[in-house]
């Protein structure tokens, strides 16, 4: 009971301080535009106190969900009379920028967090610092085929001697689309045998950058056994048996040392059974486990057990103003490209419509965060404040990039649409977001296997 109060509280106040931020940005540029602000609310109504100052009424109220403006003129129906202060009678440059404020404020609180966590909480893993042993090595992948195995330790890359993993993947990135001589050492049997090999860097993603890990050079993160922070329920891992606390020390016989490396062999294995050796306490035991095809976490389908491991091993850095500030726009740009992808892939197959997590997903999510501490907390207020303003600016009424979509055309058209329409249009809009708000809630529902399942 308190984990679930601990969850929804926390995802109040999460939530809040996106909205707030995502109303705080409309308020300013409206302001800045002349325009006549009302209402400025922390919370929805009923209104609880507050104060007014000049035409806006600054207020508290009762549900503690985010907050709202109200424009003079801005709410569809509103009556104009041609007073400059209203909405309607700026300027659509004017009423373009206020609409963009919204999610503009969203993605500046983003890169602050970020920005502010890298300064302060830099989390650096162990394993970038130290020599570069490889962790499991897809059959199909490109290192495989050069000769490159599991527990190699790679003594030259592309002519750097002894290289951490830091330096490899800042050698993959300079020599792209070339052909790279690379040293390693075996152990076979208790003896160390050098093997000379290459390894041509292709870009299999034909993006500006790509990673190691694209060619199957995974790095091995730690040297003990993987540890399971927590178990997905309904998901294969927790009907296979698996728990919190385990250790996974192999699958079919081979040892992982990172997510990344059971990732690998999950789709190496095609989802075909697979074998998990685990340590419980101090018993071994052998689960056998079938993945299941679904979103990977990262914003790409694949082959997945339904797990959260532990942390590998890390120390603290804390970066320079300039260098946070480098950090925090390159995590925000990733993470941008992984909604975005989602996106598409959402409209190309509807069916992953389903992974979309809504509010119990979301509250989930955001307690386990709480649990973790507030650098995990941080990362998930960043990515929500990024999803707030990349879905605000989507081209669909109601939501700001909807009432962008109308300016523009009527920038065009050089008159405004007939008012009728657009409320008929906002009306539809509505009624598509409540009924897709009510398909995520049951879907999340689902998730937590509160409904029954029928089967013939």
């Excluded at 601990?6 to 995802?11: E, G, L």
């Excluded at 302001?31 to 100052?53: A, M, Q, T, Y």
């Excluded at 942390?311 to 990733?334: T, V």
């Excluded at 989507?394 to 920038?411: A, H, K, R, Y």
Aim: charged share 20%; aromatic share 8%.
């Amino acid at each position: 009971m308190t984990s679930a109060l601990t969850a929804i509280v926390s995802m109040l106040i999460v939530l809040g301080i996106m909205v707030l931020v995502h109303e705080f940005g409309h308020f300013l540029v409206a302001k800045w535009c002349g325009v006549r602000v009302e209402v400025f609310s922390i919370g929805f109504p009923p209104r609880l106190f507050g104060f007014r100052r000049g035409d806006t009424d600054y207020r508290i109220s009762l549900l503690p969900l985010g907050g709202y403006v109200k424009m003079a003129g801005g709410e569809p129906g509103d009556p104009c009379t041609g007073d400059p202060g209203e909405l309607t009678s700026r300027p659509r440059w004017q009423r373009i920028l206020i609409s963009l404020a919204g999610p503009g404020a969203n993605f500046v609180l983003a890169f602050l967090l970020m920005a502010g966590l890298y300064m302060t909480h830099n989390q650096v893993p162990n394993y970038l610092a130290g020599a570069a042993v490889t962790d499991v090595i897809p059959h199909d992948s490109a290192a495989w085929k050069a000769g490159i195995r599991p527990g190699d330790k790679i003594l030259d890359f592309a002519s750097r001697k002894n290289p951490n993993w830091e330096q490899i993947e800042d050698q993959t990135i300079a020599n792209a689309n070339a052909n790279v001589p690379i040293t390693i050492e075996r152990t076979v049997d208790g003896r160390q045998q050098i093997i000379q090999t290459s390894l041509f860097l292709a870009n299999p993603k034909h993006s500006d950058t790509f990673e190691i890990e694209d060619l199957g050079v995974l790095p091995r993160m730690q040297d003990t056994p993987l540890g399971v922070r927590d178990v997905i329920s309904g998901d294969p891992a927790a009907k296979a048996g698996l728990k919190a606390g385990d250790k996974i020390v192999s699958i079919n016989g081979q040892s992982v040392y990172s997510v990344q490396a059971v990732s690998a062999w999950l789709q190496q294995s095609d989802g075909k059974p697979v074998t998990l050796d685990i340590l419980r306490g101090s018993k071994l035991l052998t689960i056998t486990v079938k993945p299941t095809w679904a979103d990977n976490g990262a914003g790409a389908m694949g082959y997945r057990l339904g797990f959260y491991t532990t942390q590998p091993p890390y120390h603290i850095e804390h970066l320079s103003l300039p260098k946070a500030m480098k950090s925090s726009l390159k995590s925000n740009i990733r993470y941008s490209g992984l909604i975005l992808e989602m996106l598409r892939r959402m409209v190309s197959k509807p069916s992953n419509v389903k992974e979309i997590s809504g509010p119990i997903g979301i509250a989930h999510a955001t307690g386990m965060a709480v649990s973790m501490g507030w650098k995990p907390l941080i990362d998930l207020m960043a990515g929500i404040s990024l999803n707030l303003g990349i879905l605000n600016l989507l081209p669909f009424p109601i939501l700001d990039g909807g009432t962008i979509m109308f300016l523009l055309v009527e920038s065009m058209l050089r008159r405004d649409l007939n008012q009728d329409f657009k409320e008929r249009m906002y009306q539809v809009a509505f009624v598509v977001i409540v009924l897709f708000f009510v398909f995520v809630m049951v879907n999340d529902v689902a998730k937590l296997n509160i409904l029954p399942k029928l089967r013939l």
